[in-house]
Structure formats: C-alpha cells, structure tokens
C-alpha cells in the first residue's frame, strides 16, 4: 500500500512568510498509506530551479522587461517613482528585490517617490506592526529609502482624504486612489502570481490594494458565489477585468510579478514589464508549473490537500487550497484539508489559527443552502461587508455541497471543531471517509493545492 507524504508546515507566529528563510520553516509532512486501487491521482507541481542570486536577477529583469521600457529608462529625466508593495500576508520577498530597484532610482536621478505598502483593511485585517515592516522591507532599504527623502506608509482604506476620484470602469466600480502614489510619474507594483478562486491574484491587483473601501468592496461584488465566472485559472472572469481597468485607469503600468516555490524558500521567476502584458507573461509561466493535466470528468470521492509554508499562519488563507480541491471533488464527496495554522502575532496582539471565521460566519452555521441565501441577503443590505465575506462565502456555498474534514494541531482543535469536524490525526479523518464513500472511493492528492490548479480551468 502506497504511502503519500502531506505537507504540513508553517513558520513561527512572529515572522513573516517575506522575510523567512529556509531555516525557518517548520516543515512537517503527514505520512498516509491509500491502498494503491483507490489513488486515481497523485499530482506535484513541476517547478524550476530556484533562483540562487535574486538581487542579480532582479537587475537583470527590470533593464530586460518582458513589454515596455526598462525600468532606468523609465525614470529617465528625474521623474518621481511609487514602488507598491504587498503586505505581511503575501510571501513576496521584496527586501530581496528593493535594492536594484533603488540603484536604478538613484541612477536615474530620481529625487521624488514613496514606497506604499497595499492593503485591503476594510474590516478584520490589520496594518503591518513596525517590527513586520522592517521584515518586509529590510532595515538596510528602509535607511536607504529615508535617505533619498521617499516617504513610507501602508494604505489607509477607510480614511476619505487621503484619496482622489479617479472615474468608473466599465462595470461601474467607482475609483478612489492614494493620492500620494497617484501623483507619481511611474507607478511599480511587486506583486505575487497565483491562481485563486477569483481566477488568479497579482498583477494590478496591487493598484486596488492602494484604493479607499469603497472601492474595494464594489470591485468585490465579482467575487463568487455572487459571480460563478470566477472560480481558479479564470483570467477572463469580471472581477479580475475590472481589477485590469483600475490599474488602467489610476496609471498603475508596471510590475516585477513574481512566482515562489512551494517546495522550498526561493524565487521560480521574475517578469517585469508593462501591465497586464508582463502580468499574463506570469501566468503564463505558473501555469507551466502548476496546471496539471487531469479529464473535467475524472472527479475523486475523496480529495487530500496539504500546506506549504508559504501560505500563512491562518486558515483565513491556507483554506484556499479547498476552492483547488473543490474543481476536482465529487459533490457529496469529502476534501480533508491538512494545516497547522499556527496564528500570526501582529500588531493588534495574537491571532489564533482559526481566528475570523467563527467572528462573521457562526450565526449562519450549519451551512445550508437556506443559510447560504441568509448570507448573501445580508450582503446585498449591506451588513456582512464584502471584502469580509470574499473568503468565507465562497467557502461556505462549497460546505454546502461538500463535506470538509480539517487536520490540524491539536491545540487548535478546540476552535476548529466549533464549527468544522477536526481532528489531529489524518489517519482517522481518511478512514471516516473511506467508510463513508466504500472500499471502491476514488481518491485524490494534491500536495500544494493551494497553488495548483487543473488545466481545464484555465480561462485565459
């Protein structure tokens, strides 16, 4: 009987995937034997080497872009530069990247920019703490950045002045933009590529991260399960247009995308260059890595996910990896989801692991698609807000359909099981539902899940 090894890793609550090295993963794996009959798919990602020098190869692709001008030409003449950063929740390691993209700076003679950090707080998340940004950013860059008089903030979505009204898009979103980084000659995203339920993060996306809360929340409406044409691989899909057309509109052009590995600490590739072209070059190039090729109708009884240490300290965003599961797993089937989910210190104090979902959705439990129509009422009167609702709706219409068996550690198990059937041993998860779907159960793993996602999906 064959066994699979499930990842099961994560890193300490006081650092950030950004800023962690190799050395600091906890990287554990489950050991499972599935009788050999029942495993109808066991699928890796195909990935490249990592790169050894990121800095070099950071120089090398901002003066090498994919579309557009390289980046020194770009500022040629003294114009003011906006570098746009994720934040703690995304494993970019933009420390690595800060030092090239300053040289060119200064070689360029630029003498006016900021370095704004994205975010989307509109409701539960919270602003990076010191600590996190000097982790994030680098001390060294942070001295270098106060030097050449580049001012340093995180977006503020809630507050109206620190905006412009920069129009409508074409599915009627109204963009309000960081005043500060809309004044800026060019505009340089570093963004981080993977696929999603809402198609695939990165790109421009960075442009929104920048924008006021409302913005944010009516770009949200596109998400699922109030839009179906989002869903993993879909590119094409409203929310990700009009995503596209904000950047467009606010003069967000150009971004370094970036592809991790999920094996290992390290950067798979860089592509530079103008916005959407070097973003859809991206993905191009994830989905060489990570689409696997697998029939539409060879769906599994059983589907067996694990976590990468990349993916956070939370389920708020481990719990991905269902939406993945979800495209290749019978309805009535069981998705046994492996994470530690550890919590995250930040700066607001400790989070536990399985911290968010029990605040906005323990009043619509059990999921029920009765419950599920409660839910979206309250989205549209405006009482559940929908950045909030982005992650645990479309998880809860797939708790409908499917059963969701959570591995964790035990010490989380006590807040898991409040609302999900948890356990620390998956071992006694597969074997319930062995006994649920019969000896005959097909059964499928994917390792990384989170990041993986079936070539069928792919709607480019």
Not at 17 to 41: C, G
Not at 235 to 252: M, S
Not at 374 to 393: D, F, P, Q, T
Request: hydrophobic share 40%; glycine share 8%.
């Amino acid at each position: 009987m064959p066994a699979i090894e499930i990842p099961f890793e994560s890193l300490p609550p006081a650092l950030i995937a950004s800023a962690a090295e190799e050395k600091d993963v906890v990287r554990q794996t489950l050991e499972l034997e599935v009788p050999k009959e029942n495993l109808i798919a066991e699928i890796y990602p195909k990935e490249p080497p990592r790169i050894g020098d990121v800095e070099g190869a950071v120089a090398k692709a901002i003066e090498g872009p994919f579309s557009g001008e390289g980046l020194r030409d770009l500022l040629s003449q003294g114009k003011s530069l906006a570098i746009v950063t994720d934040n703690q929740f995304r494993p970019t390691p933009t420390a690595k990247y800060l030092g090239p993209i300053l040289d060119a700076a200064e070689e360029a003679g630029v003498k006016d920019g900021c370095l704004a950090v994205g975010g989307m707080m509109v409701s539960h998340a919270v602003p990076m703490s010191d600590r996190d940004l000097k982790a994030k950013l680098g001390a060294e860059n942070l001295e270098r950045i106060e030097e050449m008089g580049f001012e340093v903030f995180q977006n503020d979505p809630k507050n109206p002045d620190a905006y412009d009204f920069m129009g409508f898009t074409r599915l009627g979103t109204p963009v309000w933009f960081h005043k500060r980084v809309a004044r800026c000659d060019v505009k340089l995203g570093l963004p981080f590529t993977q696929a999603s339920e809402y198609g695939y993060a990165g790109g421009g996306k960075l442009a929104l991260a920048m924008c006021s809360e409302e913005t944010i929340e009516a770009n949200h409406r596109f998400t699922p399960p109030l839009s179906p044409e989002a869903h993993y691989g879909a590119l094409r899909c409203p929310w990700r247009a009009d995503i596209d057309e904000i950047a467009e509109l606010t003069g967000f052009d150009y971004a370094l995308n970036t592809i991790l590995s999920v094996k290992r600490m390290g950067v798979l590739d860089l592509t530079y260059g103008e916005l959407p072209s070097s973003y859809h070059e991206s993905i191009r190039r994830y989905n060489e890595i990570f689409a696997y090729d697998l029939p539409r109708d060879a769906k599994a009884d059983i589907v067996i996910v694990g976590t990468p240490a990349i993916s956070d300290h939370l389920f708020f965003h481990t719990v991905k990896a269902v939406f993945s599961a979800d495209l290749i797993c019978k309805d009535g089937g069981t998705i046994i989801f492996c994470s530690p989910c550890p919590g995250v210190e930040s700066s607001s104090g400790f989070f536990e692991g399985f911290s968010w979902w029990k605040d906005f959705m323990s009043p619509y439990m059990p999921p029920t698609r009765g419950n599920l129509q409660r839910i979206v009422r309250e989205v549209c009167k405006g009482r559940i807000a929908l950045w909030s609702g982005c992650i645990w709706i479309p998880l809860y219409e797939v708790l409908t359909r499917k059963e969701l068996k959570v591995v964790t550690l035990r010490e989380n198990l006590r807040s898991a099981r409040e609302s999900f059937d948890a356990t620390d041993s998956v071992q006694e998860a597969f074997e319930e539902a062995m006994g649920k779907h019969g000896d005959k159960a097909k059964v499928a793993f994917l390792p990384y899940a989170k990041y993986q996602l079936p070539r069928w999906a792919i709607e480019m």
